[in-house]
């Protein structure tokens, strides 16, 4: 991925986030999701947007692949949604954060230590005013994405 | 792709389409002139066009098929068999050429360097030969060109946000009239309850409208699917030695786009069929005093609301006793039971899976796939399949399917706490039981209906979701009733149960997105009226996985019939105006409907409301039984109108109580559910309804 300048940032668990605002198509506070039996971990449900039947991704099942507890979340939840290809995908989180510069010395490569399964999905972090933001690939974070 | 480079694509590939078909009508009557004249046109037209983008390959294929149609034309060379399979060779040549200009703009693939494009200049020179050269024999035989039927002249993007904004349109629709019924919410609106409903028809009236009209818009005329056909026939019955005509009929039947696709495949493997298995070759229609050339006929039509297509042939029929010989060898029925079988119990059994009653095999068909494939796609779409069978004189294959598939009648039905959508298309009745009513085989749920055992999948637990257990419950206990909706499976019929039936309505079929699509018991979604997504169950996907296949034994249908000598007939209770009650047979009732009063309209002495594309005329169902009051109004006590439609009718009746079963010959006035009921059917009522209309 080309380095963005501009990034939305959003917070899951204890930890906040970042990606390339090019493709965010849409920024929702709360989404009314309905869950798809019997599908991946991943896979939080669909929900409607305009018209549309959008999948969401529940991202903490991403991160961390140990992650349980799907039930925890409220069903209306805020939600990024992206454009990857001709699919709209949305991902939940747990706030949103803003669109902000980021300017490319303020962004450096991931860090060494990263847990392995992070390496492909972490394209690097950013220094912010508020604080240290991973930045992720969402196009690599999908299930066999 | 340049949008002007994909409108030449298409417009090429419809000429193609066109010339194929001219050149197979030639070959049989080489002195037809409009043919040969609408051949020469469409060559002409694409060797032109090609000339303007620039590409030369096809410009000089498309003149080398000019010159020799021209020659044909001038009288100075015959149009021959063999000239027919060289121009059909250089269709399929442009074809691959069109193809590739698709993918990369150029026609000769990767830039037009290397050694694809050297191989097509190649094959274009001796195609080019081949047709200037009158007596050279055809240069070979491709495989089955890939005819596409992309050509559409809406963006199909376009055609899909419109369905995305019918589909926000009935939301909306669903949400206000909600609104409008529930006096409370409405006198908070400023408009008032009157304004607010009245705002509420408009609006349901302008959603039916353009939805109407979005159908419309993705219907396209069977003609287009036709066109492949005559080629298809022309090089099977010459793979096979035999001489085969086809007719074309209902060229102008509009269908929709998915469904006109979905069906290709199918109809492709019926004419396979046809001329391979079907029809007889020359010499033994001759000992049979046939004329000797076999005529396959593709039909397709409307007929109330539906698509049907049939494709029949005039070979030698499907031979019973043979059919019988084979399932008893393949042992799908015993020596003792087959001569029971009747003839469309027999022809049913050509559906089966690996069933096939060729002698060989040949490159075609006769390897034992086929029908059962061609009813399981057909059913997936919401249709039907059904055979009619000549022995000696032929066979009738007839495909009935919705006009759209894009809305769709459903159930949305509630299991684990999350609601769920079952197309109407593969219910076929809803049965209410005593949970000590349900039995187990072997841990296996089941329940006796109507005397055949029904096996039950716990729809909940079936998606893995929280689930009431369904056989531990006492007998004679207050339990709640279970619901159980009773689906096709293949020939086969399987309960889900479920925890709630909540509603049927018209849902707007969403399309599954990238990670739906690999959950393959979903069908795709929906969006409810309350602004949530519900998803769509693919019934058959379900119950397979649970219901087991023991082999084939005869389908619920056939069993129901030969255990039942009076099968029962459902009735539809209605409660009159005047508090009489009416049990109207199912069968002609179309649907229910609720409207309200103010969506009535006067035209003279009659009443009417919009309805879909025009007006359903409103009469009540006691007047026509000539009792009571000659004119006593449609509108219930509830301050709508409860109407059963039937034809163009709706009959209305103070409310609908129930669905009941009763045995098939009750007629008159009957005892039903402890209380006298008037039998009526729907064509009596119609017939009755247009005398005082």
Known sequence: MTAPNHIATFRLMRGWYGVDVALVREILPRVALTRIPLASRETAGVFPLRGRIVDAIDLRCVLDPDFEERRERPRDCPALVLKIGPDLIGLLVDQMGDVTILPDADRDPPPANLAPHMRKIVTGTGRLESGLVTLLDPVVALPNG | ?693
């Not at chain 2, 100075?76 to 027919?84: E, K, R, W």
């Not at chain 2, 033994?284 to 005093?289: I, N, P």
């Not at chain 2, 998803?535 to 087991?548: F, N």
């Not at chain 2, 709508?640 to 669905?659: I, K, N």
Request: aromatic content about 2%.
């Open chain 2, 1 to 693: 792709m340049e949008e002007i480079l994909r409108e030449f694509v298409a417009e090429a590939r419809e000429h193609l389409e066109r010339l194929e078909h001219d050149l197979v009508v030639l070959e049989r009557d080489p002195a037809d002139g409009d043919a040969l004249a609408n051949a020469f046109r469409a060559v002409h037209t694409i060797k032109g066009t090609c000339g303007f983008f620039g590409f030369a390959r096809i410009e000089a294929l498309a003149h080398a098929a000019e010159s020799a149609l021209d020659l044909v034309r001038d009288g100075s060379a015959p149009f021959t068999a063999n000239l027919a399979s060289r121009l059909l060779d250089a269709i399929d040549a442009l074809r691959r050429m069109l193809e590739s200009v698709e993918s990369d703009g150029t026609d000769a693939g990767k830039g037009g360097a290397g050694a694809d494009a050297d191989a097509i200049d190649a094959e274009v020179r001796e195609l080019a030969d081949a047709l200037e050269r009158p007596g050279a024999a055809p240069v070979r035989r491709t495989g089955d060109a890939q005819v596409s039927s992309g050509s559409v002249r809406i963006d199909v993007a376009t055609l899909d946000r419109l369905m995305d904004l019918v589909g926000e349109l009935v939301f909306v629709r669903n949400r206000l009239t909600g609104l409008a019924q529930a006096p409370g919410e409405a006198s908070d609106a400023r408009a008032g309850p009157t304004g607010l409903s009245r705002a509420a028809q408009r609006l349901d009236r302008l959603t039916k409208r353009l939805q109407a009209t979005v159908v419309r818009a993705r219907l396209e005329p069977v003609g287009r699917l036709w066109g492949r056909f005559p080629r298809l026939v022309r090089d099977l019955a010459a793979e096979c030695g035999k001489r085969v005509g086809l007719v074309l009929r209902g060229n102008e039947t509009e269908v929709d786009r998915a469904v006109l696709e979905a069906i290709a495949d199918p109809l492709t493997h019926l004419v396979r069929n046809s001329i391979d298995h079907g029809v007889e070759g020359p010499a033994e229609r001759t000992r049979r005093s046939k004329p000797e050339e076999a005529v396959v006929e593709m039909r397709a039509t409307q007929e109330g609301g539906q698509f049907v297509v049939e494709v029949s042939d005039d070979g030698r029929g499907v031979d019973l006793d043979r059919v019988r010989a084979h399932a008893i060898e393949r042992r799908l029925v015993t020596p003792e039971a087959a001569p029971a079988l009747s003839d469309d119990d027999l022809l049913d059994l050509l559906f089966t899976p690996g069933f096939s009653t060729a002698g060989r095999v040949t490159s075609l068909s006769g390897r034992g796939v086929g029908m059962d494939v061609v009813r399981t796609n057909v059913e997936r779409l919401g249709g039907a399949v059904t055979l009619r069978s000549q022995p000696g004189r032929g066979l009738t294959t007839r495909i009935q399917l919705p006009l759209t598939l894009a809305i769709a009648p459903a159930l949305v039905v509630c299991a684990g706490g999350e609601r769920f959508v079952v197309p109407q298309a593969s219910l076929r009745e809803l049965v209410r039981v005593h949970p000590s009513e349900i039995e187990q085989v072997h841990e296996a749920p089941v329940y006796r209906l109507r005397g055949r055992l029904l096996p039950l999948v716990e729809l909940a637990g079936a998606l893995g979701l929280k689930s009431r257990p369904l056989l531990k419950c006492q007998p004679n206990r207050e339990e709640r009733s279970v619901s159980i909706a009773v689906v096709d499976v293949g020939p086969e019929r399987a309960g889900l149960v479920v925890d709630d039936i909540l509603d049927t309505r018209e849902i707007v079929v969403k399309p599954p997105g990238r990670l739906l699509r690999r959950q393959p018991l979903f069908a795709g979604a929906t969006i409810l009226d309350d602004g949530r997504a519900a998803l769509i169950l693919d019934v058959a996907r379900i119950a397979e996985r649970v219901v087991a296949h023991t082999g084939h034994r005869l389908s619920w249908a056939e069993e129901e019939a030969l255990f039942e000598p009076v099968p029962g007939v459902r009735l539809l209770l209605c409660r009159l105006l005047d508090g009489g009650r009416v049990g109207l047979r199912l069968d002609g009732v179309r649907r229910l409907e609720v409207f309200a009063k103010d969506a009535v309209e006067r035209v003279g002495e009659r009443e009417v409301v919009p309805y879909g594309d025009g007006l359903l005329h409103l009469v009540s169902l006691q007047s026509l039984l000539g009792s009571g009051d000659a004119h006593p109004g449609v509108v219930a006590c509830d301050g709508r109108v409860h109407a059963v439609v039937c034809g163009r009718f709706g009959l209305a009746v103070e409310s609908v109580e129930d669905v009941v079963e009763v045995d098939g010959d009750t007629r008159g006035t009957a005892l039903v559910d402890g209380h006298a009921t008037r039998i009526m059917t729907a064509p009596e009522l119609i017939e009755r309804a247009e005398a005082v209309s």
